[in-house]
């Protein structure tokens, strides 16, 4: 039973493939089979909206749209039908009182789903309100780093028997506020366990979760600012340990079309005198984001972006995030530009995007799981560059500065999903796990 | 005297060389001789602005921003310093008279080359108001078509001479109207002859501008909507006399950020539901689009970027075009984007545009010389399809639908320059002229 | 039964009180009794969501947001509660169904109405295809003027029996083309009810409607550009009748906020060079106005608004108005204003209103309902000029040019209805009718 | 001699009056003499500006587009012609070189005026880095506080000889940190000329500017969002000597707007959900406002105008003001408001005004001036709540809530100032000065 078990949340490369070798090579992993997506942060706004969006599309009352991957039927990925949705929350609301209240879904989307959102209920999640305030409950988890993360690596095992399947960890929770990286206990994997061991304060409850993915050979994808599974202690322990992990920070609205913007006036060498970005929005993000040291976490993710684009600073890159309730979950994202062109002339691009920030992020946070799932059936671990254009400020294998234009990370994207779709042993080749 | 002459107009694969095969591999052209710019329309706000601007980057009173190509100084393109800019117009105004009048360029950088710019007056541009009402004088040219061809091509032959240099032809002339492409005049090489010796009215002055340019081996380059050059009979002669030709339409302003965000959306699988543009500008551009015929000549080049971009045809693509008087050359392009997202979720981007018009076509009319002069000298003729990022309705060889992804054309140009710069022998032999 | 059917119906200073001149006397009529809404065009976008809206009302599931005079409940206008809507259409749908294909009220709202809208059915309006292309049936109506005018009265009286009230006649239906009003039969009575009485061509639908209102003492409010009762042949005949007669063209969207913001740009002396309005439009308003005819009905009642605000003409104010389906009912007008401050300097101010035309429309609709029974109870006839902030072109009772100040206007209406209020009699006074 | 210049320095109802009663009965002060625009912040964006207008205007060589009561040629206020601009600041560049640096004026505009401007210069503003970081000096002003009052007046009456005419004084400076206006010195006058003997650190550069104007009978206007002559201490003296003094901070550019589209908005009952504002500026006052205290003082002045417009607050109204050096003193107000109409239907206004902040300022500044002066020469002493129009935060006689509709307070400006060319005895029998 513990073998069948471990099979579904386990993948080639990772650490229960060493004890049991045979049992990986005599029955592998194909994108047939269901695939559990657990959330981190479920009864969210984006959580709440895949799990319905999922739900919606199954049962064939949506189509695809807004889920980039939909038009590459061809590849390996697991179908949409076959995803699971499930996940901790440190609310104890049913999906559907959760998504009521964000009010992302429309009523009339709710009530079909009624009966299947009424019946499941989030995990406890792991709690500090260190770092997290504003929207947190009232109560920190207790027990030890440890017992935590056994916990978490339960509930994966069990989600996984439940749906006969394998599973994927996405943090879809509200932003950390931001640490010291340069700590010893970041750095190294060895420091950073020895802080797990002592139940050290500055190991905040993402990192409970990267780590607790990674060394149960479950992949972890982070959509949150949070500086998690980016800390170099955790980038290397997943490239020891094979388990594919992929963020930061999902790349949805106005730096999405930053980031698409920014490079063509670079072709065209309309140089840029300064960005403002402003944004209002009213969801639980935006309330979080009212806390300074959240914001830190959220603007830093923001700053360099540009830079990247175009080649040179931007003294004048400001960006503004403002909390603002009439709007709920729907964003608006203003920017100016600008620009100087030829002789110096003057021009302004301004663009107002109004969008709906659960209803771009949830297929993001879709897609990251299936290419994750689809990275660890080819035994490809460590930080996954080639999924950067899901993400605001992508992680490298070794932190050097990411790509950051669209039309590049697009081009990587389509590369990656094809080479792995036509070329699978060789790829699996290049990622055979080195010992711990 | 005579050969001197020509060495300067012609390039590699044009005419001249069957004539004096020799002369040209003895004296292989270089990018260090200089570079006339022979541009119709040169008394306009865009002619004058390039040549105003030359004249400014060659006295280090102008960086080279706003022209894309400025940072690429290891390729193997005239440099800046080294163009000459003369050409034909309508109107018998000196060149600081007429930018005076357009407005573009402010007092102080006027006066810096007042004496420089009184001094020079355009030749006497071929006039039809058949084809352009307007904005034209009241005269027609008298002449027949050959008579109007061989005094082109005498001015042609003078300007090199007074440059000691090449030269290319780039056409900035006011649009004309549409004509009925699949009459048979225009589909055949030999037809198009005959009506030429017939003074067949059908012929429009575009065309003997640019039949004037294909016959004497100097490249052409279209960045009106005019369709020119564009004609399968001038096409197909292009190719076989071995000349590079370009166009059509400059892609400035609301296109050129219509094909860098649409190829996004797509890539993000948010369906364009609609997508509505409109543009006020109040240039001698604009007063001559109040004429129905040439206003859809200009709708025609802008029709189908977006399903080509988009995978899918958009019904609801409005594109409108307003003349307004207060703006004079700064022109404002609104769009307005209605996309459905994730479960048919409905979001809008609006995106306003405070451009200048001729601050965003000048540099791209000089760098779409110095490519066509890149290609004449590497051999290539007939349509130069990599040159369709600077385009709003590229051409192509055979007539097929272009690419108007602006990130792919912006590969497809980085790749053809750098191809160029590597290996100009291979790439030479690709096009050697066929016999006509 | 005739005479309490006819007090309903007709109101002091109609035609019916010379016939009976002890009636109304001793039954003076109050803001108490029910108030019937006849609405011609009832089943259109505007129609059907003044009809449910009423009727959320009534049942205390909405405020009165956006119903201008909610907050003067001291006057002596018919509470909202009173009201009872009804009207003609050229179509056959039930309100509930023809609310539902306009899509103006979400589903939530209809479903609590369905079975109020479901069994209402409009009456079927008189039909004339030369004067409105695009939406009507494919069926005149047949008829001779004078009976088409009885049986719109015997409608009229009908439902004053049925909600036991009295009536007013608002005119929602889509724009009928421009006429040429100089033409004889518009310009004297007599000339008119000859042409009635000879089925003359030149009569329109929206005529015969005001025809049979104003000669049945029953107010008519226009709130179409068409011209119906602003022919100097049935202003006139209002005035004798002493039937309050109002109008025209709603004053919803674009021109509300363009009478608001230019009397200010006056008061600080920025003075406007040019002014830009654009929409985009999907409803069965927008698809009318795709005939040229329709349009320019419309354009002329927004053209010189500006003018009159500012006291000098703008020479470039263009006004568009696009149909783009991806909109349906929700609107969006796009203004730019090119002002020139002090010594001259030029700025920009850009508006972009998101409306939604039928929710901005269906009090407007109401207000003037409710006002125009206040005249008529208060024996006010002729042309109402204090409802001048209701409409983008607001009738005269001479024709001479209106105020189109918003405020000015605004200011003009509260001291009309507080002057009601507070001495009826004295007002009521200086309305006698004169002998016909 | 000291007659004559005081009689020129003061007016009716200053202290000079009750000294001199005759003088000023035998030699009433009319419009047609000279009129001194003493300034403090002279060279300053709009101080500058102020100071190039008048004289362009003068020159013939502007018009007086932007002047708010340019049409009102009829009335009794001082010509544009009589203006003579003086003043006082921090920095000692000539007005030539100031204007210059600020690049409000073009170069054009500036070339004309060189000899003119280049010859004046500022006197030493009264300096205290305590209240006025950022932009400020090195050095502090030394000296009493009765000693730098002293200082102003005999600045005051030097310049009035020199113009041989009248004087008021405009407060152009940069912000001023907030106060705590519940302070004893503040509340009455003699705590506050206590306060004063004491050299008391509570008393900012502008409170001495204001006290040395009161008594000395020339009125002070409050451009800036200091608080200054607002003071109850300040404000009852004002009232008590009879001198005209208004303010405070100039209402140019988003806070017009929004005191004009607000009161529309009630009158329509489109109920105001949320009203967000951002601004971007890069001028000297931008970067004052960079420094929290100033800002605090800033935001202070903006915060409770909407619910005054609208009758009920507006608990996510959002204001933001950026410094963002690309723009310099050209200012870009973009507001967005979240309006709920009919049913609870949600709509959205966005305005986005691309406005010269010196260059609405400027004329308003001098409008205010003139105004003063006339107030002066009618003997209305006191704060003058006419001239509510021309600022944010309007003064009132007694402390109360401003009105603060752009509408009502430009039909109180028309009211006031044709009342006080109408009957100029009775007015002036109001204000007669009670013994202090």
Redesign the interface.
């Known amino acids: 039973m513990a073998a069948v078990l471990d099979r579904k949340t386990h993948y080639l490369g990772g650490p229960f493939e060493k004890d049991n070798p045979t049992l990986s090579s005599t029955l592998p992993p194909t994108n047939q089979s269901n695939l559990g997506i657990a959330i981190i942060g479920l009864g969210g706004a984006v959580g709440t909206?895949a799990a319905?969006?999922i739900e919606?599309i199954r049962r064939g009352l949506?189509?695809?749209?807004?889920?980039?991957?939909?038009?590459f039927a061809d590849l390996d990925l697991v179908p949409y039908t076959n995803l699971k949705i499930h996940g901790w929350d440190l609310f104890d609301h049913d999906l559907l009182t959760a998504a009521r209240v964000h009010r992302?879904?429309?009523?009339?989307?709710l009530d079909v789903l009624a009966n299947d959102l009424s019946g499941r209920r989030p995990w406890t999640a792991v709690s500090n309100r260190n770092y997290c305030r504003g929207v947190v409950g009232d109560q920190d988890s207790t027990g030890t780093h440890r017992e935590l993360i056994s916990g978490i690596q339960q509930q994966l095992d069990a989600f996984a028997t439940d749906i006969d399947g394998r599973v994927v960890v996405i943090n879809l929770a509200s932003t950390e506020h931001a640490i010291e990286v340069a700590d010893e206990i970041y750095q190294r994997t060895e420091a950073f366990e020895r802080a797990l061991d002592e139940n050290h304060t500055g190991i905040s409850p993402a990192m409970l979760y990267a780590y607790a993915c990674i060394t149960h050979g479950v992949p972890y994808g982070n959509f949150t600012p949070s500086r998690a599974a980016e800390i170099p202690a955790l980038r290397s322990l997943a490239a020891r340990r094979g388990v594919p992990v992929a963020g930061k920070d999902g790349k949805t609205g106005q730096t999405?079309?930053k980031t698409?913007?920014a490079?063509?006036l670079r072709?065209?060498?309309?140089?840029v005198?300064?960005w403002?970005s402003?944004n209002?929005l009213g969801n639980r993000d935006g309330e979080a984001l009212r806390h300074p040291e959240s914001l830190q976490n959220k603007l830093g993710t923001k700053g360099d972006v540009l830079t990247n684009c175009l080649g040179y600073p931007v003294?004048?890159h400001?960006v503004?995030i403002?909390y603002?309730?009439?709007?709920g979950d729907d964003k608006?994202a203003?920017d100016?530009i600008?620009v100087?062109?030829?002789?110096?002339?003057r021009?302004?691009?301004?663009?107002?995007?109004?969008?709906?920030d659960s209803?771009?992020a949830?297929?993001l946070a879709i897609e990251i799981a299936r290419c994750l799932d689809l990275a660890a059936r080819r035994g490809q671990g460590g930080v996954l560059e080639s999924l950067g254009?899901f993400f605001k400020a992508p992680m490298t294998t070794d932190g050097r500065e990411p790509i950051h234009s669209?039309?590049e990370q697009?081009t990587e994207l389509l590369r990656w999903l094809r080479e792995s779709s036509e070329m699978p042993t060789a790829v699996a080749g290049k990622f055979i796990p080195r010992p711990d």
């Open positions: 909206t319905a969006g919606l949506q189509p695809t749209t807004g889920l980039p991957l939909a038009e992302v879904l429309d009523r009339e989307e999405f079309l698409v913007i490079p063509a072709a065209r060498a309309l140089h005198d300064g403002f402003t209002i003294e004048d400001l503004k403002n603002y309730r009439p709007r608006e203003w100016n600008d100087s062109g030829f002789l110096g002339h021009m302004q691009i301004k663009i107002d995007f109004l969008c709906k209803i771009l949830a297929p254009v669209f039309g697009q």
